[in-house]
């Protein structure tokens, strides 16, 4: 086990009309890329709760993904302007707490950008990789455990 | 009989207002909120500096909704709370007659929300300099100790809700802590528990926040997590230009503009 190389798990929140699409014409023009990731669609990325990256952090990602449409090209007009101002005020206020917001990739890809898909994960594989595993946020979701073990 | 005492029984004698909340003298040398409804009452209000607790947080409460119309003894941070609920939709016009109290002491009477919203926006929300010098010494450590330092200060919550109970801005009939399928915020007062269920006030806060501190006087710990709320509402008005509640701005969170500035999305 101590030899194995460190394989990031990587959660994507994406949205449905962009950077889904995006994802699956990378799949569709074979483009390979890090197999890391596991993508969650959503209707927009204003859709997005912030407590879903808590919780996949929780779980136990080492790294997040948020992406949705460009500005100004979002299916609902304004979902990812919303979006915008929301990651803007999380990630100060996750900084501020200490949680390791370089874990967390924010992009716009758009439905035809299925190579710029492959090297955003690429990139935030090779950038986890180098970070190692994040352990802070999961250790501290294991409190069930710990209070068994304490029992 | 001053002056605010005096507006009070005169709007309920008059019948102008069918109750009056403010603040009088409770035990233990402390303050209480009052809801009165018969004039001669007015004497016992009170109104200083110890006056700290946001009754704005009343006037969501079905059981005064339904009183009638009500005049509230408002301090600067209550009228913001006012004019944060009416643009909302929280609140009625005609159902409040605020008894302002300026931070000189000058009494002031606003039947509408107009003359309010224009005093309020006359003034802007300042996070006190000694709560500015916290922050910045909590940015200036590294990110494991600042995750050690809010590890450390949370620890001591046990979730007892006060500070949702005291701030006027959770109204919610249903909090996103009460969800339970799924369970959004673990119900133990752990670490984890505690950390989510602080991200996520301050979250829902987000652009709506008055910087009342109501929260941090209920907090029976004195735990500094309005930190968090004054340390968005400096980075907000960096980033977005500026910070005030007013009857036709939008929020923070609930509005954009196309060409918000930020340097982290590739």
Not at chain 2, 95 to 107: L, M, N
């Amino acid at each position: 086990m101590e030899n194995k190389i460190f394989e990031p798990k990587i959660v994507a929140f994406v949205c449905n009309w962009c950077t889904y699409a995006g994802a699956d014409l990378t799949g569709t023009s074979r483009i390979k890329y890090a197999p890391n990731v596991k993508i969650v669609r959503f209707p927009c990325t204003g859709r997005i709760d912030f407590m879903l990256l808590l919780k996949a952090f929780g779980e136990g990602a080492d790294g997040i993904i948020v992406s949705g449409c460009h500005p100004n090209d979002c299916h609902y007009t304004s979902g990812n302007f919303h979006a915008r101002r929301r990651w803007i005020s999380f990630r100060s206020l996750l900084d501020f707490l200490g949680i390791d917001t370089g874990r967390i990739t924010f992009s716009w890809v758009s439905a035809a950008e299925g190579a710029k898909w492959a090297a955003l994960v690429n990139d935030t594989v090779s950038r986890i990789k180098e970070l190692g595993p994040y352990t802070d946020y999961e250790k501290v979701a294991r409190y069930y455990e710990e209070e068994v073990n304490h029992e | 009989m001053n002056e605010y005492q005096t507006i009070a029984a005169g709007l309920l004698s008059s019948g102008t207002a069918a109750m009056v909340i403010g603040y009088s003298e409770g035990s233990a040398k402390r303050v209480r909120p009052v809801f009165f409804t018969r004039p001669e009452e007015a004497s016992t209000l009170v109104f200083d500096s110890r006056c700290v607790q946001n009754i704005a947080v009343y006037l969501t409460k079905k059981e005064i909704r339904t009183e009638g119309k009500i005049a509230i003894i408002a301090s600067l941070p209550v009228m913001r709370s006012i004019i944060q609920l009416a643009s909302e939709h929280q609140l009625s016009e005609e159902k409040i007659i605020v008894i302002g109290i300026t931070p000189s002491g000058e009494v002031k009477q606003f039947n509408g929300f107009d003359a309010l919203d224009a005093y309020v926006s006359s003034t802007t929300i300042e996070i006190e300099a000694r709560y500015r010098e916290k922050i910045e010494q909590v940015e200036k450590m590294t990110l494991t100790e600042r995750w050690n330092f809010w590890k450390n200060e949370l620890s001591a919550c046990f979730k007892c809700y006060a500070c949702r109970a005291a701030c006027p801005m959770c109204y919610c009939t249903r909090c996103t802590v009460e969800m339970n399928q799924p369970q959004w915020i673990p119900v133990p007062s752990h670490t984890l528990g505690n950390f989510e269920w602080h991200i996520m006030r301050a979250m829902h806060l987000a652009g709506r926040c008055v910087d009342c501190n109501a929260c941090a006087e209920a907090c029976p710990l004195g735990i500094p997590f309005n930190l968090l709320t004054k340390q968005m509402i400096l980075q907000f008005k960096k980033d977005f230009g500026g910070y005030n509640p007013s009857l036709k701005g939008l929020n923070i969170l609930s509005s954009y503009l196309p060409d918000d500035k930020e340097n982290f999305i590739q």
